[in-house]
């Protein structure tokens, strides 16, 4: 008995080495074969700043190198933002060749699972094809400086610093004048470092162009993308926000802008909150209340302002001194109604809006729910509206001078 129970065990043992031989034989073909079969590494993902499109012949962004024949990867000084990457190889989602993973900055791939979540950094990365490692380690870079300089920046044709925490996206706000922008790298004209444009508020800078054209002085946030060149150059977004606004809390009613300081808007009003508040958000120090109506200083993140009865109100909001300006429409109606004119009305393409002998200040065009769409600073008797980028349906005009100010109904079909 003991030798047949000793003879089996051997046997059973004999089988459990060859079924690990032969896994292992397998495993080793496979790793082999992968590594073979991989040309090209690159880590793509909305962290790495988007996902491959799956366009015929397109080429993953961030290539990896390899110097022992496509084992260990490399890739230097790449800029992540917090979101997801992936590995990927040979520029397409084969399921054996591309890895996700759950950990980070360290982990091991898992193949075809879910991304890694990155954290926002510059980082030098490797990965092992062999047992699927990779780290993500974190730079401690001095980033480039980038600046803004023309005869449109603070100092003219000097440089203003704009500010990063990435080494990728820069930001800036700054009162610009009116003429030529460009965007430069450490303070010098040295190439690919200088950048203009032909677009305005925002588009693609081109290495050593023109400057792009500022058309009105005012206060901007600038933000230009060092990888993709991508720049924008824009007032500051400010509504009005609350129970007492056309939209209530639901969403925001933009104000607008001619200088990215002044912000005004006529609105229908009803009883409640009104507040102010910066890109959509309630980011600080961009949202402000107030206690006082129908005027005075914005306080950052209080209650919002009291509106004690419905109406048509003309608001104003200064974004650097947060003072504002809650006034009612009716109470400023000075002239008699044929004084007032525009023709055609109806109209296909445009509005002349006469004041009769009275020097036109402001012309703003608001939608019915409230929001202004267009808005002019004519200082003639007779200004010329285009319509064409309206949408058919009824509209107002808001027609102020230096005593009053009228709203009339027009019609765009």
């Known amino acids: 008995m003991n030798l047949k129970h000793n003879a089996f065990t051997n046997n059973l043992k004999t089988k459990t080495m060859n079924k690990k031989l032969l896994l292992f034989v397998i495993c080793l073909m496979t790793i082999t074969f992968a590594n073979a079969a991989i040309t090209s590494m690159a880590i793509v993902g909305a962290g790495a700043g988007g996902w491959p499109t799956g366009a015929s012949g397109e080429v993953d962004a961030h290539q990896m190198t390899t110097t022992d024949q496509g084992i260990h990867w ?7 933002s917090s979101a997801a990457v992936k590995f990927r190889a040979n520029n397409e989602w084969n399921p054996l060749a591309n890895w996700g993973g759950t950990s980070f900055p360290t982990g091991t791939g898992t193949l075809d699972g879910a991304a890694i979540t990155a954290v926002a950094g510059i980082y030098n990365v490797t990965f092992n094809t062999n047992d699927a490692t990779y780290t993500f380690e974190l730079q401690q870079l001095t980033f480039q400086t980038i600046s803004i300089i023309g005869d449109a920046s603070p100092i003219v044709w000097s440089d203003t610093d704009m500010y990063t925490v990435d080494g990728n996206i820069y930001t800036l706000r700054a009162t610009l004048g009116t003429g030529a922008l460009k965007f430069r790298g450490d303070h010098s004209w040295t190439l ?17 162009a023109n400057g792009v054209i500022i058309p009105t002085a005012g206060t901007y946030d600038i933000v230009f993308n060092k990888s993709t060149l991508a720049y924008s150059i824009k007032f500051k977004v400010i509504s009005i926000f609350g129970d007492a606004t056309p939209l209530k809390w639901d969403s925001d009613t933009d104000m607008s802008s001619t200088d990215g300081t002044n912000y005004s808007i006529t609105a229908a009003l009803t009883t409640g909150a009104l507040k102010f508040r910066g890109d959509h958000s309630w980011t600080l120090p961009y949202n402000w209340g107030g206690t006082a109506f129908p005027s005075g200083t914005a306080v950052i993140d209080a209650n919002g302002i009291m509106v004690p009865t419905a109406g048509n109100y003309a608001i104003n909001f200064n974004v650097s001194t947060a003072a504002y300006s809650i006034s009612s429409v009716l109470a400023t109606q000075g002239f008699s109604a044929k004084k ?10 445009f509005w002349d809006i006469s004041a009769s002998n009275e020097t036109i200040k402001r012309i703003q065009i608001i939608s019915i729910s409230g929001r202004t769409l267009l808005s002019q600073m004519p ?3 007779t200004a010329h509206i285009d319509a064409s980028s309206l949408a058919s349906g009824v509209y107002f005009a808001q027609i102020s001078t230096a005593t009053a100010t009228k709203t009339i109904k027009i019609i765009k079909e």
């Open 74 to 80: 490399t890739i230097t000084n790449l800029g992540l």
């Open 340 to 349: 007032w004119n525009a023709y055609p009305n109806p109209t296909q393409n």
């Open 192 to 208: 690919p470092y200088n950048w203009g444009g032909t677009d305005f508020p925002s588009g693609t800078a081109v290495v050593d």
């Open 379 to 381: 200082n003639t008797s």
